[in-house]
């Protein structure tokens, strides 16, 4: 598919999906700056930087749920989301000059990894016009067991619905009014190790929890075009979801 069609695809549903981006070597790279990252950054890391799951097992072994802000403490990362193949077709996608905003880890690890409620991430980061996207990068194979991301078809199209906190650590923004299955038209974003799948920062989208026998990583690179503006008046409606998150576990003395 080439650079119009698949800009055309994304515009029409909200996402395009891309299998056997990467090839196994270069994802064999990336596990290996991300173990190297787990042993020497994670110890460091500020407490905003990193998020744990907090399923029962949370004080005896400490599983990662998410890391963020990675492209700050790794070079390798920051220049894997500079890769010339990716800013052209995000460039493409986002009608304008690509500026890399994250890297970010959904670890989703077997049993426990948790779920991601019904949201859109322009609630999250505010832009307009709401030219930026997500490029989830598949780690591991991603399943309906293993807890793949579902995106709503077109769903981007509607604009931003309400928001209001979702007291889930690592997503403390959740859609206000959650969808019945016959109301939306969702996709499970079922892909191989290697594939990518690119989404509109306005797209509607979840995750459940990860059911099955083996984790289900999505290394996430997240874009804005360069002519994009914050929206002061949403931001705040965000960082008060936030700061809302963070009352709710110093209550439960969860903050460590
Ligand atoms: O990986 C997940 O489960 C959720 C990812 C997500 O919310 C996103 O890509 O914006």
């Known amino acids: 598919m080439d650079l119009m069609n698949k800009k055309q695809t994304f515009d029409a549903e909200g996402f395009l999906k891309i299998e056997g981006f990467l090839s196994e070597?270069?994802?064999?790279?990336?596990?290996?700056?991300?173990?190297?990252?787990?042993?020497?950054?994670?110890p460091t890391l500020p407490m905003g930087d990193i998020v744990y799951e907090t399923e029962a097992s949370f004080w005896e072994r400490r599983e990662?749920?998410?890391?963020?802000?990675?492209?700050k403490?790794?070079?390798?990362?920051?220049a894997l989301a500079r890769q010339k193949d990716v800013?052209?077709?995000?460039?493409?996608?986002?009608?304008?000059?690509?500026?890399?905003?994250?890297?970010?880890?959904?670890?989703?690890?077997?049993?426990i990894g948790s779920a991601v409620p019904y949201h859109q991430d322009n609630a999250y980061f505010n832009l307009a016009p709401p030219d930026a996207l997500t490029c989830w990068l598949a780690l591991d194979d991603s399943t309906v067991e293993n807890g793949c991301v579902y995106y709503v078809r077109g769903s981007?199209?509607?604009?931003?619905?309400?928001?209001?906190?979702s007291l889930v650590p690592g997503n403390s923004y959740g859609l206000a009014r959650i969808p019945g299955p016959a109301e939306v038209d969702e996709v499970p974003g079922?892909?191989?190790?290697?594939?990518i799948v690119l989404h509109h920062c306005c797209l509607l989208h979840r995750s459940e929890k990860n059911r099955g026998e083996r984790s289900r990583r999505g290394l996430l690179l997240v874009y804005k075009a360069a002519h994009c503006q914050i929206d002061p008046v949403g931001m705040e409606q965000y960082q008060a979801a936030a700061r809302a998150l963070q009352s709710h576990l110093a209550a439960q003395g969860r903050l460590s």
Not at 64 to 71: S, V
Not at 190 to 195: D, H, M, T, V
Request: glycine share 8%.
């Open 25 to 42: 070597e270069q994802i064999q790279e990336i596990e290996s700056e991300l173990s190297h990252y787990l042993q020497t950054m994670v």
């Open 64 to 71: 990662i749920r998410n890391l963020w802000r990675m492209e």
């Open 73 to 78: 403490y790794s070079e390798y990362l920051a």
């Open 87 to 111: 800013l052209e077709l995000v460039g493409t996608l986002v009608n304008g000059e690509p500026v890399l905003m994250a890297v970010e880890l959904f670890a989703k690890p077997a049993h």
């Open 156 to 165: 981007h199209r509607q604009g931003l619905l309400p928001h209001k906190a």
């Open 190 to 195: 079922i892909i191989g190790r290697g594939g």
